[in-house]
Structures are given as structure tokens and as C-alpha cells.
């Protein structure tokens, strides 16, 4: 299966959301990395057919996403960033609730429900209502609503929004998992939710795609500028205005920090090996603190 973005932009007034996007997707997982503000919702809801672009089109097999109507919904998967449900609820009317609006024959409907409820680890609070639910479990059962129709094109929009660190962990171990037959696309600003499981990542600011590669070509852009430094105290503050700052820890007398800077801070500053989170510092510490909705 093949997914084609073709000089796909949406305009909203007079701002810009996505701008001249054009990229095909094949069967894998592929990480959306921005930050908030750099239009991924918008994207993905143009890709889910839930909003028109303003040109270009989104094409699958060939063929336009809304103008493929029913046959496109039957193969689509989409876990919102915010997702709506009926708060009385328990979360196994929730799913068959869903199952019938996707047309899911009852028997099949069924079975498919403790199934997925199983794999996010509510198959115990089944009969239990949503609205007593953590914001973690909320997630998961959104999750598993995402996965009901078996879809060929899975899109989740901030997946892991409200997941501890070991449900996280679990998240990326199914999607892992599920990866071989689907197009899998994970919107997020979180680089360890797509760091080890996508074959692919396309980083998006402002609109636009900028970069897009696998994880390993993507670290080469940023190899060699990742350094680690001790600072005195006294020079710190003074320091930090000047470099983009990974982490720091202050100590006694220095503060120890990981900085992004294609030449070495200070003489004594020692190379490291990047990570995905560098890259992401180095193209979005302009924008840390926009706080715009995404």
C-alpha cells in the first residue's frame, strides 16, 4: 500500500498551517516529530479525510482519500488528540459502540473487543466506566478503539499523552509488533516515543517537513555538536544565553552540561554521541516555549 501526499497545504484565514507537503509513505512506522504549533494535527487530519486541504491531495493507491469514501474509513485507523466518548460508558460498550458505527459485524465485534482490551491491559476493567478511568487508561482505550477494523493505515496523534513511563514502554512494544502489514504513523513532540521503533522520522516546523530519514541518518546531521563541558559557576548564566543547553546539573562549584554547538563551547569540552533529542534541541529551542496548539 502506498500513501501519497501530493502539494498538500491547508490555509486557515490567514495563517499557513501545512505548506506544500509532498511524501510517500509505504508499509512501516513513521514518526511526525514537531512541536507544538508546527501543524501535525492539521496534517494528519487532512491524511484522515476529516479536513479538506486548501490544495493538493492525499492519495492512497493512487486514488483520493475522500472521494474513496467508505473503502478509505474501512482501512483507517485514528486515535485523535483528543478523543471523545460517552462518560456512563463502561469500556466494553465504548468499543462496541465503535464497532458498530465502523460496521463490524456483532459476533466479530465481540471478540475483537476482549481481544484489544487484552492487549492494552483493560481486559480487567472491561465493565468498569470510562469516567472513572485515569487519563492513561482513557489513552489506552483509545488505542484499542484505533485498532477495531484490523486497519491498514493506522494514524495516532500524540499516542502516549497521560502514559507513565512503563505504559509508554508497553505502547511502543505493540506498535513494534504490529508494524509488518501497516502504515503506521505516530504524530508526537516526545522523541523517545519514535526514537527505537520507526523505520522513518519526518521532522515538521513551521508547516513543513525539513528532515526525513531513519533515525541513524537523521543523527548524522547532528554529529559531532554534542559536546559535554564543565562551566564554572560564576560563568554559568552568562553561558546559557550563548548555547543551546541539552541538560545540566549543577554541583558544587561547576555546572556539568550537554550542549548543542557546531564548534567545541569551551577547550576543554568533549564530544559525544548525539541522540534524537539533540536534533530535535538543535532544530526547536526557537520554539520551547510557543506553547501554540499543534
Known amino acids: 500500500m502506498k500513501l501519497a501526499m501530493e502539494h498538500l497545504s491547508k490555509q486557515f484565514k490567514n495563517k499557513i498551517a501545512v505548506k506544500q507537503i509532498d511524501t510517500i509513505l509505504t508499509e512501516g512506522v513513521y514518526g511526525f516529530l514537531g512541536a507544538n504549533g508546527a501543524g501535525k494535527t492539521t496534517l494528519l487530519q487532512m491524511i484522515c479525510g476529516i479536513i479538506e486541504p486548501t490544495s493538493g491531495e492525499v492519495k492512497i493507491d493512487g486514488e483520493n482519500n475522500i472521494q474513496m469514501g467508505e473503502r478509505f474509513r474501512d482501512i483507517l485507523g485514528y486515535l485523535p488528540q483528543e478523543f471523545g466518548y460517552t462518560p456512563g460508558f463502561t469500556a466494553q460498550d465504548f468499543m462496541l459502540y465503535i464497532a458498530s458505527i465502523k460496521g463490524l459485524q ?39 478503539q484505533a485498532l477495531l477494523n484490523d486497519p491498514k493505515i493506522l494514524i495516532l496523534d500524540e499516542p502516549t499523552a497521560g502514559l507513565d513511563p512503563k505504559e509508554r514502554a508497553y505502547f511502543r512494544n505493540i506498535i513494534s509488533e504490529m508494524s509488518k502489514d501497516k502504515i503506521i504513523i505516530i504524530s508526537t513532540h516526545i522523541v523517545s516515543d519514535i526514537e527505537y521503533i520507526s523505520d522513518q522520522v519526518l521532522v515538521m516546523k513551521k508547516g513543513c517537513f525539513i528532515l526525513q530519514g531513519t533515525p541513524e541518518e537523521l543523527l548524522d546531521k547532528v554529529n559531532g555538536e554534542v559536546w559535554s563541558c564543565k562551566i564554572p559557576n560564576k560563568e554559568w548564566t552568562k553561558f546559557e544565553t550563548q548555547y543551546c543547553i541539552a541538560n545540566s546539573h549543577t554541583l558544587a562549584n561547576h555546572v556539568e552540561a550537554r550542549i548543542i554547538s557546531t564548534e567545541a563551547p569551551i577547550d576543554d569540552a568533549i564530544n559525544v554521541e548525539p541522540t534524537l533529542e539533540d536534533l530535535y534541541l538543535k532544530y526547536f529551542s526557537d520554539e520551547m516555549e510557543a506553547g501554540e496548539n499543534s
Open 106 to 144: 456483532p459476533q466479530y465485534a465481540k471478540q475483537k473487543t476482549r481481544q484489544l482490551l487484552r492487549l492494552v491491559n483493560l481486559e480487567n476493567e472491561a465493565n468498569r466506566k470510562i469516567k472513572t478511568f485515569s487519563g492513561g487508561m482513557k489513552r489506552r482505550l483509545g488505542i484499542a
